[in-house]
């Protein structure tokens, strides 16, 4: 999987070509039955979080319907703040949620079908006027949702982190230093961006 990719970036740059050969095959894989909304409300959910944290946050929300895999907009919306602050959401997150649940009522945050053909900069101008959803939350949209790869989260703390690792810099590397380096593992930034999330495992 990803073969094309890694064979780009092995060629581009000898040190991500080292990270490749010691993390092995990309195992990026895409949550293709998950709605847009809900991509958004698990990227919110972890903003500012450890991964950890985060999951057990939204399995108490998610436990506030039993019926459901996952709640519907209509049913955030319906949910009391009190509610969703007591399964450990703070209050901006919560503004957020029904935010991204009133708009996708709306119409502002696409269908699956209809976000899988728009263009990334078309859905990162749209869904960053949502209160709450920054670049961040739409590049982990991009990535883990729609399988786009060639997206760079540069402002990522992990992305600083491994990138900082990989290439021994005793810094986190500035985003702008980031995108300037990643330009040359286009147009597979995110395959790039995977290997440099796994250098913190």
Not at 6 to 35: F, N, W, Y
Not at 101 to 114: E, H, L, Q
Request: net charge positive; proline share 7%.
């Amino acid at each position: 999987m990803h073969e094309a990719a890694i064979e780009h970036l092995t060629k581009v740059d000898k040190v991500m070509a080292r990270l490749i050969r010691r993390v092995g095959p990309c195992e990026l894989e895409t949550q293709k039955r998950c709605s847009p909304f809900q991509a958004m409300v698990q990227s919110v959910a972890h903003q500012q979080l450890n991964g950890t944290a985060a999951k057990t946050i939204l399995k108490r929300v998610v436990a506030l319907y039993p019926r459901r895999a996952f709640p519907t907009p209509d049913d955030v919306l319906a949910t009391p703040d009190e509610k969703l602050r007591g399964a450990g959401l703070s209050r901006a997150k919560v503004a957020a949620f029904k935010d991204i649940a009133a708009n996708t009522v709306k119409g502002v945050v696409p269908p699956a079908r209809t976000i899988a053909k728009m263009p990334d900069r078309e859905i990162l101008e749209r869904l960053t006027t949502i209160r709450g959803v920054g670049p961040w939350t739409v590049e982990m949209l991009l990535i883990f949702k729609l399988g786009r790869l060639d997206v760079l989260p540069a402002t990522d703390f992990g992305v600083r982190k491994g990138f900082a690792l990989t290439f021994e810099r005793e810094e986190l590397p500035k985003p702008s230093e980031l995108l300037e380096h990643g330009e040359c593992w286009r147009p597979y930034r995110s395959i790039a961006s995977w290997y440099l999330w796994r250098t913190l495992d």
